[in-house]
């Protein structure tokens, strides 16, 4: 991505089912950034133990449930 490209995503209209991959890639990241605002999960980045474990386990859990929402196949 060049310098001045972003993604801009709308949370009011983040589509429970979604339908495209536009929308599945809106919802896993609307749901790792509500998990990463919640407050025990704050607590937890600010006293790091394994933190690159468990974001790279939100960021897979993120992804299959998105994807399982909008009815892919989700590999185990």
Known sequence: MSAGNHMEVDVTSIPVKP??????????IALIIGTLLRP??????????????????????A???????AGYPIPK
């Open 40 to 61: 025990d999960v704050i607590q937890e980045i600010l006293h790091p133990r394994e933190f690159t474990t468990w974001v790279d386990s939100l960021a897979v859990a």
């Open 63 to 69: 992804g299959a449930l998105a994807r399982d929402k």
């Open 19 to 28: 339908t495209s991959a536009k929308e599945v890639r809106e919802l896993e």
